[in-house]
């Protein structure tokens, strides 16, 4: 490929579509009046998402690689745009009123939404490290400002923070180890890289580099021991933004860490060094998630360490591919999409359940809710029982997968370390249902009406969560598809 031609720039035409959506929402912004609602904004930004999702779908039919094989378009990078426009469609409802009632009038916060997907978008896309790095950044910036948008509240500002100075940390370590990567093979192309690799040209650099690139991705994924900041982080960041960067930018780095590790794991060498990697931050998330879980009194911090946990699942699918690439890959894929689905439902209601200045986040203030608001109540049972993982929901299926994979590697021990952990998970999720239905309210925590785009946003992540329970063929189906293109 020596020129860039039209083919090239429908193949990033989400990422640009979503950057003229962000461009003229902030142009926007200061044409409204101070008081008056960021609505229109709002909707703006909610025309932007669902046009990229479309020009996502229309992607399948211009697959290939794009500027100088930097960017490649085909089933696994289409599943993770689309997966993460989704996202951004159901965050964008579930903000309306949220924005309203926390006095929020700042409608950069819309387009901070739209670019920082434009870098998550990138990131899954991306088959170069320094425009994976470009991307990265991309993403980071809008969610570190959208982290301490609570502009009144101390712990808002706090979480952005210390978001911001340990995310920089990390981002320093995924920067170093691309450098020594590009010293140890003479390339950041991932492909090229894998070639090196396998051919056995590389020394201990190599090794530096992988686990460097690790560290910093796992910060951002909330893998232990780099969960440090997440609980603070989610407790003081608007319930929506939690919803946010709990998974979209989760599904990007899952995607980077897919094509990082598999051209690892390409190389007999590189094997056991980057599976060990894996293995014990596995093990650890999932433990340390689950253990922190359980003495949490407020909602945001139970769900933060619940993410750890989760993360620490979908690691396990990322040690299928030793043995057998295809299906790893694809369990990887479907929990990414899953968790996205439960996740989001879940902060969509605590967001609005939270209330002015989000006072209401406790578990104490959702006894009772059961006869205050019996629809939000079975709502928020669904994605309570899919974290769990209890059929018919896609958590169920989720987790089926994954410890197929890991038995299909013969990593029993690990396969019994989750199961373990996922009942023990039971508990606090079920904890939550039971205080919602069984006890007596406590406290005066109103119940607003549902407004109509909360309620969207809702009810199509229990569709979604539902259908991946009940009917999950089809999306696996796509998964190992997604799979078998990232493999070849």
């Given at each position: 490929?020596?020129?860039?031609?039209?083919?090239?720039?429908?193949?990033?035409?989400?990422?640009?579509?979503?950057?003229?959506?962000?461009?003229?929402?902030?142009?926007?912004?200061?044409?409204?009046?101070?008081?008056?609602?960021?609505?229109?904004?709002?909707?703006?930004?909610?025309?932007?998402?669902?046009?990229?999702?479309?020009?996502?779908?229309?992607?399948?039919?211009?697959?290939?690689?794009?500027?100088?094989?930097?960017?490649?378009?085909?089933?696994?990078?289409?599943?993770?745009?689309l997966l993460i426009a989704l996202i951004v469609i159901v965050i964008i409802l579930a903000s309306y009123e949220y924005l309203e009632i926390q006095h929020i009038n700042l409608g950069e916060y819309y387009g901070l939404i739209l670019f920082g997907a434009v870098g998550m978008m990138l990131?899954?896309?991306?088959?170069?490290?320094?425009?994976?790095?470009?991307?990265?950044?991309?993403?980071?910036?809008?969610?570190?400002?959208?982290?301490?948008?609570?502009?009144?509240?101390?712990?808002?500002?706090?979480?952005?923070?210390?978001?911001?100075?340990?995310?920089?940390?990390?981002?320093?370590?995924?920067?170093?180890?691309?450098?020594?990567?590009?010293?140890?093979?003479?390339?950041?192309?991932?492909?090229?890289?894998?070639?090196?690799?396998?051919?056995?040209?590389?020394?201990?650099?190599?090794?530096?580099?992988?686990?460097?690139?690790?560290?910093?991705?796992?910060?951002?994924?909330?893998?232990?021991?780099?969960?440090?900041?997440?609980?603070?982080?989610?407790?003081?960041?608007?319930?929506?933004?939690?919803?946010?960067?709990?998974?979209?930018?989760?599904?990007?780095?899952?995607?980077?860490?897919?094509?990082?590790?598999?051209?690892?794991?390409?190389?007999?060498?590189?094997?056991?060094?980057?599976?060990?990697?894996?293995?014990?931050?596995?093990?650890?998330?999932?433990t340390l998630g689950n253990i922190g879980a359980l003495v949490q009194n407020n909602v945001k911090r139970m769900l933060a360490y619940s993410s750890i946990a989760h993360a620490g699942y979908m690691l396990v699918a990322f040690l299928g591919?030793?043995?057998?690439?295809?299906?790893?890959?694809?369990?990887?894929?479907?929990?990414?999409?899953?968790?996205?689905?439960?996740?989001?439902?879940?902060?969509?209601?605590?967001?609005?359940?939270?209330?002015?200045?989000?006072?209401?986040?406790?578990?104490?203030?959702?006894?009772?809710?059961?006869?205050?608001?019996?629809?939000?109540?079975?709502?928020?049972?669904?994605?309570?029982?899919?974290?769990?993982?209890?059929?018919?929901?896609?958590?169920?299926?989720?987790?089926?997968?994954?410890?197929?994979?890991?038995?299909?590697?013969?990593?029993?021990?690990?396969?019994?370390?989750?199961?373990?952990?996922?009942?023990?998970?039971?508990?606090?999720?079920?904890?939550?249902?039971?205080?919602?239905?069984?006890?007596?309210?406590?406290?005066?925590?109103?119940?607003?009406?549902?407004?109509?785009?909360?309620?969207?946003?809702?009810?199509?992540?229990?569709?979604?969560?539902?259908?991946?329970?009940?009917?999950?063929?089809?999306?696996?189906?796509?998964?190992?598809?997604?799979?078998?293109?990232?493999?070849?």
């Open positions: 490929m020596t020129q860039v031609t039209g083919a090239d720039y429908i193949r990033i035409l989400p990422e640009i579509i979503l950057t003229l959506f962000g461009m003229a929402v902030m142009m926007a912004d200061p044409l409204l009046p101070p008081k008056k609602s960021r609505k229109p904004l709002g909707l703006l930004a909610l025309v932007g998402a669902i046009a990229a999702a479309v020009a996502t779908v229309m992607q399948s039919n211009y697959t290939g690689t794009a500027f100088f094989d930097m960017i490649a378009v085909n089933s696994f990078s289409i599943f993770f745009h990131m899954s896309s991306a088959t170069e490290l320094v425009l994976i790095f470009i991307a990265l950044e991309i993403s980071s910036i809008s969610t570190y400002v959208l982290a301490g948008f609570r502009r009144k509240s101390a712990g808002s500002s706090e979480s952005s923070l210390k978001y911001f100075l340990l995310g920089s940390f990390a981002t320093a370590f995924f920067l170093y180890g691309v450098a020594l990567m590009f010293g140890a093979t003479g390339s950041t192309s991932i492909a090229e890289i894998a070639r090196q690799l396998q051919a056995g040209h590389t020394g201990l650099l190599a090794f530096v580099a992988l686990a460097l690139m690790f560290v910093g991705l796992g910060f951002k994924i909330a893998s232990a021991p780099f969960h440090i900041w997440t609980p603070d982080v989610y407790e003081g960041a608007p319930a929506p933004v939690v919803g946010l960067m709990s998974t979209a930018p989760k599904a990007a780095v899952f995607a980077v860490l897919l094509r990082i590790l598999f051209a690892a794991a390409s190389a007999s060498a590189f094997s056991s060094a980057w599976f060990w990697l894996v293995w014990v931050s596995a093990a650890l998330s999932m591919p030793a043995t057998n690439p295809q299906v790893g890959i694809s369990a990887a894929i479907f929990y990414t999409a899953s968790y996205a689905a439960m996740n989001v439902g879940a902060f969509c209601i605590v967001s609005h359940l939270a209330g002015s200045e989000e006072r209401y986040v406790t578990l104490d203030d959702y006894a009772g809710l059961s006869q205050r608001s019996p629809w939000l109540a079975a709502m928020l049972s669904i994605f309570m029982l899919s974290l769990i993982g209890i059929p018919p929901t896609a958590g169920f299926f989720a987790k089926y997968y994954v410890f197929n994979a890991a038995l299909h590697a013969n990593l029993v021990g690990l396969a019994v370390i989750g199961l373990i952990n996922s009942a023990v998970a039971a508990y606090y999720y079920l904890r939550l249902i039971v205080v919602m239905y069984m006890r007596d309210s406590k406290t005066e925590a109103p119940v607003l009406p549902v407004p109509a785009s909360l309620g969207v946003a809702v009810v199509l992540s229990a569709v979604a969560t539902l259908y991946l329970g009940i009917w999950p063929q089809r999306i696996l189906e796509y998964a190992l598809r997604s799979a078998h293109d990232l493999i070849h």
